[in-house]
């Protein structure tokens, strides 16, 4: 008798043939597990092309709504070409699994170095943030919405380069001013406007950047709560943690190291002076592009060009490149 685990391999041959380029692969190591895909590194025979291969078995896709997903993600992706974009080489099928062939992120994605190293440096979230911005901006001028952007999807290769991945949740705006109203799933920094079925476009994928940019900064996602209930809750409130919202307002009025941790912002509240503490890791750039990205209206959110200018950019070192150390501790401010 053979395990479950052993039987599910058989479902997935060693060797993977593409009758339509006549391309043969073999598989390696795998890689990791998603809702549907198993991805495994695979190479090329001819080529000794190294991919990532995602493979998804069609006993998962018995939903007609999986298979128009699966098909979704697919024809947007592989119509995508940019550095900072998983890049899509092919995909075909056999009677058993459908086939991804795309270009391997080998340092895995941003989830796995946040899972390490909590909140990053301010030059290391500059670096990263910047490279998100490009990818996204190209996403954007071809009338993508990712609606999903979320640090398991942000992908690394050996040189710490980010490359947008995963198009499950994307879609394509069809007309100047379209706004989607449904969207199958759950997107990991949802939107409130996609929470109150207000109709939705490219402003969630901002939304979601500041999300990120919150989460590598500080150490914690910023609605974070036990329930999903209660982070919709906040959500919709817009009330995110630690006081930034509010010490947003201090942004012009002075503030005090306290400690190597925290810093304090005073809002003076009319007559009442307000001390909030920060992580004194965000300076006033970081905390007023944070701001930006996560109003509640859609409308007021910067472009992700408006972004790029920011002074967030230009008020710190900016590196040219990370070691591979980053990955697991921080880099010497020295
Ligand atoms: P799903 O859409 O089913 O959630 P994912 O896109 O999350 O699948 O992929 C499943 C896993 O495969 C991920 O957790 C990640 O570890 C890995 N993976 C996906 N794409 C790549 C890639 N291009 N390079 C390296 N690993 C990848």
């Known amino acids: 008798m053979t395990s479950i685990k052993e039987d599910e391999k058989k479902e997935i041959p060693e060797i993977i043939h593409d009758p339509q380029t006549n391309s043969t692969y073999q598989r390696l190591r795998f890689f990791g597990k998603g809702g549907f895909a198993k991805c495994y590194e695979i190479q090329d025979i001819a080529t000794n092309q190294i991919y990532a291969g995602k493979i998804v078995s069609k006993k998962l896709m018995v939903k007609s709504s999986q298979k128009e997903k699966m098909s979704q993600e697919i024809s947007i992706h592989r119509s995508l070409q940019h550095k900072h974009v998983v890049g899509f080489h092919s995909f075909f099928e056999d009677s058993l699994n459908i086939y991804i062939v795309l270009e391997l992120c080998k340092r895995r994605s941003?989830?796995?170095?946040?899972?390490?190293?909590?909140?990053?440096?301010?030059?290391?979230?500059?670096?990263?943030?910047?490279?998100?911005?490009?990818?996204?901006?190209?996403?954007?001028?071809?009338?993508?919405?990712?609606?999903?952007?979320?640090?398991?999807?942000?992908?690394?290769?050996?040189?710490?380069?980010?490359?947008?991945?995963?198009?499950?949740?994307?879609?394509?705006?069809?007309?100047?001013?379209?706004?989607?109203?449904?969207?199958?799933?759950?997107?990991?920094?949802?939107?409130?406007?996609?929470?109150?079925?207000?109709?939705?476009?490219?402003?969630?994928?901002?939304?979601?950047?500041?999300?990120?940019?919150?989460?590598?900064?500080?150490?914690?996602?910023?609605?974070?709560?036990?329930?999903?209930?209660?982070?919709?809750?906040?959500?919709?409130?817009?009330?995110?943690?630690?006081?930034?919202?509010?010490?947003?307002?201090?942004?012009?009025?002075?503030?005090?190291?306290?400690?190597?941790?925290?810093?304090?912002?005073?809002?003076?509240?009319?007559?009442?002076?307000?001390?909030?503490?920060?992580?004194?890791?965000?300076?006033?750039?970081?905390?007023?592009?944070?701001?930006?990205?996560?109003?509640?209206?859609?409308s007021q959110r910067p472009s992700v060009d408006k972004l790029l200018q920011h002074e967030f950019f230009s008020s710190g070192i900016m590196p040219a490149a990370l070691p591979l150390s980053c990955l697991t501790t921080a880099p010497r401010t020295d």
């Open 110 to 298: 941003m989830m796995e170095l946040h899972k390490r190293r909590k909140a990053i440096t301010e030059p290391e979230t500059r670096f990263y943030m910047h490279q998100i911005l490009l990818g996204v901006q190209y996403l954007h001028s071809r009338r993508i919405i990712h609606r999903d952007l979320k640090l398991g999807n942000l992908f690394l290769d050996d040189d710490l380069h980010v490359k947008i991945g995963d198009f499950g949740l994307a879609a394509k705006i069809e007309y100047e001013g379209e706004r989607k109203r449904t969207l199958c799933g759950t997107p990991n920094y949802i939107a409130p406007e996609i929470l109150t079925r207000d109709g939705h476009s490219f402003e969630v994928d901002i939304w979601s950047l500041g999300c990120i940019m919150y989460t590598l900064m500080v150490g914690r996602p910023p609605f974070e709560t036990s329930t999903l209930r209660d982070t919709y809750k906040r959500i919709k409130q817009c009330e995110y943690r630690e006081g930034i919202s509010l010490a947003l307002q201090a942004l012009s009025g002075p503030w005090q190291e306290i400690g190597s941790r925290y810093a304090q912002a005073v809002v003076n509240n009319n007559t009442i002076n307000q001390r909030y503490r920060i992580p004194s890791s965000l300076r006033k750039p970081a905390i007023s592009m944070i701001g930006l990205q996560l109003q509640a209206k859609p």
